[in-house]
Each structure stands twice: as C-alpha cells, then as structure tokens.
C-alpha cells in the first residue's frame, strides 16, 4: 500500500497547479467569467456528473463550528442560488469569517464522489474550505504541505472526509473519475478535492 502512495505510485510529489511550479497559478483563472458562465447553464459539467440527473444533492458539516447544509442545490438544469449561498457559509474561511462564492463544480465533484462510494446520504465532514490569501499565507509559513497558490483562495477546493469511510478508497475512487484535483492526507485522514485540473498527490 505504501508504494501505492510513494514515489512513482499513484500519487507522487505536489500538487502541479498549486504547488510551488505553479503551472496554473490562481491569477490565471478567470473565475468571475467561469462562475457567471456555470451559473447560467454555460459550462456543461462532465458526463459523470450529469448522469446524476435533475437534481444534485449535497451533505455537508463543517468540522469546527458544526454548521451544515443537507439539500438539493441544482435543480432543472440550473444551480439553486439559495442553497449556494448557504453552502457558502459552510464553506467560509473561519479564521477570517470571511466568504466568497464557491465555485458551484466543487460540490458536483464532491456530490459525485458520495454518490460512486455509495454515500449520498451521509454527510461530509469539511476540514477547509475557502481560505483568504491571508489565512492561506499563515497556513503555508507554518507547514510545507501548505500551497503558497492554493485553489482554497479561489473557492475550488476542500478538505473533507466522509466519517467511517476509508480516506484511500476515497481518493482513488475520485481519481479515477478524473473531475479534478485529488490529494491523499492519509497521517490526517482527508482528502483535497477540486474542480481544476486534472492530478494527483
């Protein structure tokens, strides 16, 4: 299992858009435009996503304050603005009490990925979400893992787990649906899941 992990494994050194090489940095996406674009049905989701069907459900708890959302939030082919918001509080960078809008194909990765492990109902626990390029500065001076570019900052990415599930099962299952960026904290028991470009660490 370990080789699984390590060096030429399936997952092997940083993160290639928020490490440190930078090869997609945040100031290269252009989310205003992405985010108004997906809002209004412009930016087909990709076909595991979509064989979800109508509706596209959600659970979510935030592991320090409890907040939580459980609900439908796209529905009839459009994103349900409510419930974005609300998953926006859930998602908001604590030390800050900050939010900002999420980008609304976290949650379809995040969705799919409980409906493949056959966990739709349960609820994941959210270890971080949006982080201000403040918080996310402090994160990384304290710890090496920590991006100094981190997709956090432009509300793509979480750290989650689904309580009782494997952390490994998760992230191979997600990395093997290539609908964005996977990483595996196994010592911590998450997963980092995004919608941006597709790898693995």
């Known amino acids: 299992m370990a080789r699984l992990f390590g060096h030429g494994g399936l997952w092997s050194g940083a993160c290639p858009c928020c490490g440190p090489e930078g090869l997609v940095p945040v100031e ?3 989310r205003r435009g992405l985010l108004a674009a997906v809002l209004a049905g412009g930016v087909a989701a990709p076909a595991v996503v979509q064989a979800q069907g109508s509706t596209r459900s959600l659970r979510v708890r935030r592991q320090v304050t409890n907040d939580s959302f459980s609900g439908v939030y796209f529905r009839d082919g459009r994103y349900d603005r409510e419930a974005l918001r609300q998953l926006d509080i ?31 109902d349960e609820t994941f626990e959210v270890v971080s979400g949006y982080r201000t390029p403040e918080t996310n500065a402090g994160n990384a001076s304290r710890s090496r893992r920590v991006s100094r570019v981190s997709l956090h900052m ?5 750290d989650c787990r689904l309580p009782g599930r494997s952390a490994v099962q998760m992230a191979r299952l997600a990395s093997e649906m290539r609908l964005g960026g996977v990483g595996l904290y196994s010592r911590d028991g998450f997963v980092h899941l995004d919608c941006g470009p597709v790898r693995r660490w």
Not at 92 to 104: I, V
């Open 90 to 120: 859930v998602f908001r960078d604590l030390s800050r009490a900050e939010t900002t809008p999420m980008d609304p194909r976290l949650f379809d990765v995040m969705s799919t990925v409980a409906r493949q492990m056959d966990a739709a």
């Open 28 to 30: 290269a996406v252009p």
């Open 154 to 158: 432009s509300g793509m990415a979480a």
